[in-house]
């Protein structure tokens, strides 16, 4: 069953999604919406599917650590960077 609904998008994803539209990647905003969402609810229950408790435990440990002392927390640049590292070496694995 299908129900027609109205979005409000800000307005650099209103551009992107019209770029994707015009590149071909999608015939419509409806497509692309479905296709989005669809993959978040894949990617979802990956993730929890992979998470194990304690994992789920050190993150909760580890956001209580950062509520009590935000100067330890990492910064996002950092973050990023270890992540591509470690994407990196993940790809020459697989490659």
Known sequence: MQKAI?????DDVE??????????????AEEAIVEALRSHAQ???FLESTLTPETVRAVREAAQELDQDPSSA?????VAARFRTRRES???LTA
């Not at 109205?6 to 800000?10: A, E, S």
């Not at 551009?15 to 419509?28: N, R, T, V, Y």
């Not at 990492?74 to 950092?78: G, K, S």
């Open 43 to 45: 990617t979802t229950l």
């Open 74 to 78: 990492i910064p996002a640049e950092d």
């Open 15 to 28: 551009h992107f999604l019209a770029d994707e539209i015009a590149l071909g990647h999608f015939q419509s």
């Open 6 to 10: 109205t979005l409000t998008l800000p």
């Open 90 to 92: 993940l790809e020459k």
